[in-house]
Protein backbone atom coordinates (compact mmCIF):
# COMPACT_ATOMS: atom_id res chain seq x y z
CA UNK A 1 0.00 0.00 0.00
CA UNK A 2 2.88 2.54 0.96
CA UNK A 3 5.30 3.84 -1.94
CA UNK A 4 7.89 2.38 -2.41
CA UNK A 5 11.56 3.64 -1.32
CA UNK A 6 12.04 5.34 -4.83
CA UNK A 7 8.96 6.56 -5.33
CA UNK A 8 9.72 8.48 -2.10
CA UNK A 9 12.97 9.90 -3.59
CA UNK A 10 11.91 10.30 -6.76
CA UNK A 11 8.39 12.43 -5.68
CA UNK A 12 8.59 15.06 -2.98
CA UNK A 13 5.36 16.62 -1.56
CA UNK A 14 4.11 19.16 -4.41
CA UNK A 15 1.91 21.56 -1.60
CA UNK A 16 3.35 24.61 -0.17
CA UNK A 17 1.62 24.89 3.17
CA UNK A 18 0.09 22.32 5.62
CA UNK A 19 -2.98 23.58 6.98
CA UNK A 20 -5.67 20.84 7.59
CA UNK A 21 -5.40 16.80 6.66
CA UNK A 22 -8.06 17.72 4.03
CA UNK A 23 -5.32 19.89 2.01
CA UNK A 24 -2.92 16.92 1.74
CA UNK A 25 -4.13 13.95 -1.11
CA UNK A 26 -3.79 10.30 -0.17
CA UNK A 27 -0.48 9.56 -1.81
CA UNK A 28 1.42 13.05 0.03
CA UNK A 29 -0.03 11.17 3.19
CA UNK A 30 1.45 7.42 2.54
CA UNK A 31 4.31 9.63 1.09
CA UNK A 32 4.92 11.16 4.22
CA UNK A 33 4.10 8.08 6.91
CA UNK A 34 6.30 5.83 4.13
CA UNK A 35 9.07 8.54 4.80
CA UNK A 36 9.12 8.78 8.36
CA UNK A 37 8.29 4.83 9.20
CA UNK A 38 11.85 4.92 7.07
CA UNK A 39 14.11 7.54 8.70
CA UNK A 40 12.93 6.03 12.58
CA UNK A 41 14.30 2.54 10.77
CA UNK A 42 17.58 4.38 9.90
CA UNK A 43 17.97 6.11 13.26
CA UNK A 44 20.38 8.39 11.09
CA UNK A 45 20.40 12.55 11.43
CA UNK A 46 20.30 13.91 7.50
CA UNK A 47 21.81 17.11 6.35
CA UNK A 48 18.60 17.93 4.26
CA UNK A 49 17.72 20.74 5.94
CA UNK A 50 21.29 22.26 6.10
CA UNK A 51 20.85 26.19 6.46
CA UNK A 52 17.70 26.56 6.73
CA UNK A 53 15.84 28.03 9.38
CA UNK A 54 12.30 27.44 10.83
CA UNK A 55 10.44 29.92 12.84
CA UNK A 56 7.94 28.78 15.31
CA UNK A 57 4.92 30.74 16.52
CA UNK A 58 3.14 29.83 19.54
CA UNK A 59 0.03 31.15 21.02
CA UNK A 60 -0.64 27.99 23.26
CA UNK A 61 1.64 26.14 25.16
CA UNK A 62 3.17 22.90 23.98
CA UNK A 63 5.63 20.10 25.27
CA UNK A 64 5.52 17.44 22.14
CA UNK A 65 5.06 19.74 19.20
CA UNK A 66 7.44 22.61 20.40
CA UNK A 67 10.12 19.89 21.36
CA UNK A 68 9.75 17.58 18.54
CA UNK A 69 9.96 20.52 15.51
CA UNK A 70 12.98 21.38 16.85
CA UNK A 71 14.72 18.23 17.50
CA UNK A 72 13.56 17.71 13.71
CA UNK A 73 15.12 20.74 12.52
CA UNK A 74 18.32 20.12 14.30
CA UNK A 75 18.50 16.52 13.31
CA UNK A 76 18.26 17.13 9.61
CA UNK A 77 20.91 19.79 10.16
CA UNK A 78 18.53 23.19 10.17
CA UNK A 79 17.68 25.59 12.80
CA UNK A 80 14.38 26.45 14.56
CA UNK A 81 13.53 29.44 16.60
CA UNK A 82 11.10 29.82 19.28
CA UNK A 83 8.92 33.02 18.92
CA UNK A 84 6.59 33.54 21.45
CA UNK A 85 3.43 35.37 20.27
CA UNK A 86 3.91 37.66 23.53
CA UNK A 87 7.60 38.78 22.53
CA UNK A 88 6.76 39.36 18.86
CA UNK A 89 4.89 42.45 17.90
CA UNK A 90 2.11 39.96 17.02
CA UNK A 91 1.45 40.08 21.15
CA UNK A 92 0.82 44.04 20.51
CA UNK A 93 -0.82 44.21 17.64
CA UNK A 94 1.11 44.16 14.70
CA UNK A 95 -1.10 42.67 11.99
CA UNK A 96 -1.05 39.24 10.92
CA UNK A 97 -0.39 40.21 7.25
CA UNK A 98 2.76 42.16 8.14
CA UNK A 99 4.46 39.75 10.34
CA UNK A 100 3.92 37.05 7.46
CA UNK A 101 5.58 39.26 4.90
CA UNK A 102 8.41 39.76 7.26
CA UNK A 103 8.90 36.41 8.77
CA UNK A 104 9.30 35.34 4.64
CA UNK A 105 12.24 37.35 4.26
CA UNK A 106 13.97 35.76 7.47
CA UNK A 107 13.13 31.85 7.61
CA UNK A 108 12.55 28.87 5.11
CA UNK A 109 9.47 28.26 6.72
CA UNK A 110 6.98 28.88 9.49
CA UNK A 111 4.99 26.31 12.15
CA UNK A 112 2.27 28.36 13.90
CA UNK A 113 0.07 27.28 16.99
CA UNK A 114 -3.02 29.42 17.48
CA UNK A 115 -6.55 29.77 18.13
CA UNK A 116 -9.38 30.83 15.32
CA UNK A 117 -8.20 28.63 12.44
CA UNK A 118 -8.93 31.59 10.09
CA UNK A 119 -5.57 33.39 11.86
CA UNK A 120 -3.23 30.75 10.12
CA UNK A 121 -5.28 30.78 6.89
CA UNK A 122 -4.40 34.73 6.98
CA UNK A 123 -0.93 34.12 7.51
CA UNK A 124 -0.66 31.60 5.28
CA UNK A 125 -2.27 33.58 2.11
CA UNK A 126 0.19 36.33 2.91
CA UNK A 127 3.64 34.68 3.51
CA UNK A 128 5.53 33.43 0.85
CA UNK A 129 7.37 30.41 2.67
CA UNK A 130 5.65 27.24 3.60
CA UNK A 131 3.36 27.27 7.13
CA UNK A 132 2.72 24.52 9.01
CA UNK A 133 -0.23 24.28 11.43
CA UNK A 134 1.21 23.19 14.93
CA UNK A 135 -2.88 22.86 16.16
CA UNK A 136 -5.49 25.52 15.70
CA UNK A 137 -9.07 25.38 17.43
CA UNK A 138 -10.33 23.28 14.39
CA UNK A 139 -7.23 21.28 13.53
CA UNK A 140 -4.51 19.35 14.44
CA UNK A 141 -2.46 17.94 11.22
CA UNK A 142 0.60 16.98 12.18
CA UNK A 143 -0.63 15.18 15.41
CA UNK A 144 -3.19 12.92 12.51
CA UNK A 145 -0.45 12.32 10.75
CA UNK A 146 1.84 10.76 13.60
CA UNK A 147 -1.20 8.88 14.76
CA UNK A 148 -1.67 7.68 11.20
CA UNK A 149 2.08 6.61 11.28
CA UNK A 150 1.38 4.65 14.71
CA UNK A 151 -1.62 2.80 13.64
CA UNK A 152 0.59 1.49 10.51
CA UNK A 153 3.45 0.91 12.39
CA UNK A 154 1.02 -1.82 14.39
CA UNK A 155 -1.27 -2.86 12.00
CA UNK A 156 0.63 -2.97 8.76
CA UNK A 157 -2.70 -1.66 7.07
CA UNK A 158 -4.81 1.04 7.00
CA UNK A 159 -7.95 -0.13 5.24
CA UNK A 160 -10.89 -1.79 6.49
CA UNK A 161 -9.50 -0.74 9.83
CA UNK A 162 -12.12 0.70 12.22
CA UNK A 163 -11.08 3.71 14.80
CA UNK A 164 -13.54 4.74 17.48
CA UNK A 165 -12.85 8.54 18.57
CA UNK A 166 -14.65 9.17 22.41
CA UNK A 167 -15.28 12.13 23.40
CA UNK A 168 -15.17 15.90 22.54
CA UNK A 169 -15.98 16.72 18.70
CA UNK A 170 -12.64 19.25 18.64
CA UNK A 171 -9.27 19.69 16.89
CA UNK A 172 -8.34 16.29 16.93
CA UNK A 173 -12.05 14.31 16.17
CA UNK A 174 -11.36 17.00 13.12
CA UNK A 175 -8.16 15.95 11.69
CA UNK A 176 -8.67 12.09 12.36
CA UNK A 177 -11.86 12.20 10.83
CA UNK A 178 -10.03 13.51 7.95
CA UNK A 179 -7.13 11.38 8.10
CA UNK A 180 -9.53 8.07 7.93
CA UNK A 181 -11.34 9.05 5.35
CA UNK A 182 -8.56 9.96 3.45
CA UNK A 183 -6.79 6.59 4.04
CA UNK A 184 -9.73 4.15 4.02
CA UNK A 185 -10.15 3.24 7.76
CA UNK A 186 -13.18 3.81 9.33
CA UNK A 187 -14.59 6.02 12.19
CA UNK A 188 -16.88 6.22 14.51
CA UNK A 189 -17.32 9.09 16.58
CA UNK A 190 -19.12 9.14 20.10
CA UNK A 191 -19.35 12.46 21.70
CA UNK A 192 -22.25 14.25 23.61
CA UNK A 193 -25.12 15.76 21.25
CA UNK A 194 -23.76 19.59 22.70
CA UNK A 195 -19.59 18.26 21.81
CA UNK A 196 -20.92 17.14 18.21
CA UNK A 197 -17.53 17.96 15.79
CA UNK A 198 -18.46 20.84 13.08
CA UNK A 199 -21.18 20.41 11.06
CA UNK A 200 -19.45 22.01 8.03
CA UNK A 201 -16.46 20.21 8.50
CA UNK A 202 -18.62 16.54 9.51
CA UNK A 203 -20.66 17.42 5.83
CA UNK A 204 -17.14 17.98 3.53
CA UNK A 205 -15.96 14.38 5.53
CA UNK A 206 -18.97 12.49 4.99
CA UNK A 207 -19.21 13.34 1.21
CA UNK A 208 -15.67 12.16 0.68
CA UNK A 209 -16.25 9.22 2.71
CA UNK A 210 -18.52 8.37 0.05
CA UNK A 211 -16.44 8.72 -2.82
CA UNK A 212 -13.66 6.36 -0.75
CA UNK A 213 -16.38 3.53 0.78
CA UNK A 214 -15.22 4.73 4.01
CA UNK A 215 -18.15 4.74 6.88
CA UNK A 216 -18.06 7.75 9.35
CA UNK A 217 -20.43 7.31 11.88
CA UNK A 218 -21.56 10.01 14.58
CA UNK A 219 -23.24 8.63 18.10
CA UNK A 220 -23.42 9.83 21.55
CA UNK A 221 -23.46 6.42 22.30
CA UNK A 222 -19.67 5.24 23.27
CA UNK A 223 -20.58 1.52 23.49
CA UNK A 224 -21.75 1.32 19.63
CA UNK A 225 -18.56 3.42 18.76
CA UNK A 226 -16.17 1.21 20.16
CA UNK A 227 -17.68 -2.34 18.64
CA UNK A 228 -15.10 -4.33 17.09
CA UNK A 229 -13.09 -1.39 17.00
CA UNK A 230 -9.23 -1.65 16.19
CA UNK A 231 -7.99 1.77 17.66
CA UNK A 232 -9.78 3.32 20.40
CA UNK A 233 -8.86 7.60 20.64
CA UNK A 234 -9.47 10.13 23.14
CA UNK A 235 -8.45 13.35 24.38
CA UNK A 236 -9.07 16.33 26.72
CA UNK A 237 -12.53 17.09 27.97
CA UNK A 238 -11.53 20.85 27.58
CA UNK A 239 -8.80 21.93 24.97
CA UNK A 240 -6.99 24.63 25.46
CA UNK A 241 -9.00 27.77 25.48
CA UNK A 242 -11.87 26.08 26.76
CA UNK A 243 -10.34 26.08 30.27
CA UNK A 244 -12.96 28.20 31.66
CA UNK A 245 -15.88 25.71 31.01
CA UNK A 246 -13.43 22.51 32.40
CA UNK A 247 -16.51 21.99 35.57
CA UNK A 248 -19.06 22.65 33.46
CA UNK A 249 -17.85 20.00 30.77
CA UNK A 250 -17.13 16.88 33.33
CA UNK A 251 -21.09 16.23 33.54
CA UNK A 252 -21.58 15.85 30.39
CA UNK A 253 -18.19 14.03 29.63
CA UNK A 254 -18.53 11.69 31.89
CA UNK A 255 -20.35 8.94 30.54
CA UNK A 256 -17.33 8.71 27.49
CA UNK A 257 -14.26 8.20 29.66
CA UNK A 258 -12.43 5.25 28.09
CA UNK A 259 -12.20 2.60 31.00
CA UNK A 260 -11.85 -1.15 31.04
CA UNK A 261 -15.76 -1.62 30.64
CA UNK A 262 -15.78 0.21 27.50
CA UNK A 263 -12.77 -1.16 25.89
CA UNK A 264 -14.10 -4.63 26.56
CA UNK A 265 -15.84 -3.67 23.46
CA UNK A 266 -13.34 -3.45 20.86
CA UNK A 267 -11.34 -6.46 18.85
CA UNK A 268 -8.93 -8.28 21.73
CA UNK A 269 -6.07 -6.72 19.84
CA UNK A 270 -7.10 -3.14 19.75
CA UNK A 271 -4.63 0.17 20.50
CA UNK A 272 -5.61 2.91 22.76
CA UNK A 273 -4.20 6.08 21.36
CA UNK A 274 -4.30 10.15 22.74
CA UNK A 275 -2.32 12.78 21.62
CA UNK A 276 -1.40 14.04 24.67
CA UNK A 277 -1.30 15.76 27.49
CA UNK A 278 -3.78 13.29 29.15
CA UNK A 279 -6.23 13.96 32.54
CA UNK A 280 -5.47 10.56 33.88
CA UNK A 281 -9.08 9.62 35.44
CA UNK A 282 -10.83 12.14 33.44
CA UNK A 283 -11.23 11.22 29.86
CA UNK A 284 -9.10 7.76 30.66
CA UNK A 285 -8.25 5.84 33.24
CA UNK A 286 -5.27 4.77 34.43
CA UNK A 287 -5.14 1.19 34.34
CA UNK A 288 -6.00 2.15 30.05
CA UNK A 289 -3.49 4.50 29.30
CA UNK A 290 -0.73 2.80 31.09
CA UNK A 291 -1.91 -0.58 29.86
CA UNK A 292 -0.85 -3.13 27.57
CA UNK A 293 -3.20 -1.75 24.67
CA UNK A 294 -1.72 1.86 24.78
CA UNK A 295 0.74 3.24 22.53
CA UNK A 296 0.62 6.54 23.39
CA UNK A 297 4.27 7.23 24.07
CA UNK A 298 5.18 6.04 20.27
CA UNK A 299 2.48 8.06 18.80
CA UNK A 300 3.99 11.04 20.50
CA UNK A 301 7.39 9.65 19.51
CA UNK A 302 6.25 9.67 16.02
CA UNK A 303 5.42 13.73 16.06
CA UNK A 304 9.09 13.33 15.74
CA UNK A 305 9.75 11.51 12.39
CA UNK A 306 6.90 12.73 10.60
CA UNK A 307 7.37 16.32 11.55
CA UNK A 308 11.11 15.38 9.67
CA UNK A 309 9.04 13.76 6.74
CA UNK A 310 7.07 17.24 6.76
CA UNK A 311 9.69 19.40 6.79
CA UNK A 312 12.04 17.76 4.18
CA UNK A 313 8.96 17.48 1.64
CA UNK A 314 7.65 21.30 2.39
CA UNK A 315 11.01 23.07 3.11
N1 LIG B 1 -0.08 16.43 21.30
C1 LIG B 1 0.41 17.69 21.32
O1 LIG B 1 0.25 18.48 20.36
O2 LIG B 1 1.11 17.99 22.43
P1 LIG B 1 1.65 19.42 22.85
O3 LIG B 1 0.48 20.29 23.19
O4 LIG B 1 2.53 19.15 24.05
O5 LIG B 1 2.43 20.00 21.71
N1 LIG C 1 -7.52 19.08 21.90
C1 LIG C 1 -6.33 19.46 22.61
C2 LIG C 1 -5.12 18.87 21.96
C3 LIG C 1 -3.82 19.18 22.65
C4 LIG C 1 -2.65 18.66 21.94
C5 LIG C 1 -6.22 20.97 22.70
O1 LIG C 1 -6.50 21.64 21.71
O2 LIG C 1 -5.87 21.47 23.75
Redesign the pocket.
Known amino acids: MLPSAKQVENKGLVKKDLLTIDGLSKDEILFLVHDAIRMKKRKQYGHELEGKTLGMIFE???????VSFEAAMIQLGGHAMFLSSRDLQLGRGESIEDTAKVLSRYVDGVMI?TFEHEKIETFANHASIPVIN??TDTH?PT?ALADLMTIYEYKKTFSGLKLAYIGDGNNMAHSLMEACVKVGIHISLACPEEYMPDTEITAQVQSQAKINGVEVQLTSDPVEAVENADIIVTDVWAS?GDEEEAEERIKFFQPYQVNERLCKYAKSDYLFMH???AHRGEEVTTDIIDGSHSVVFDE?EN?LHIHKAILKGLL
Open positions: KSSTRTRRGLHQMCLPAR
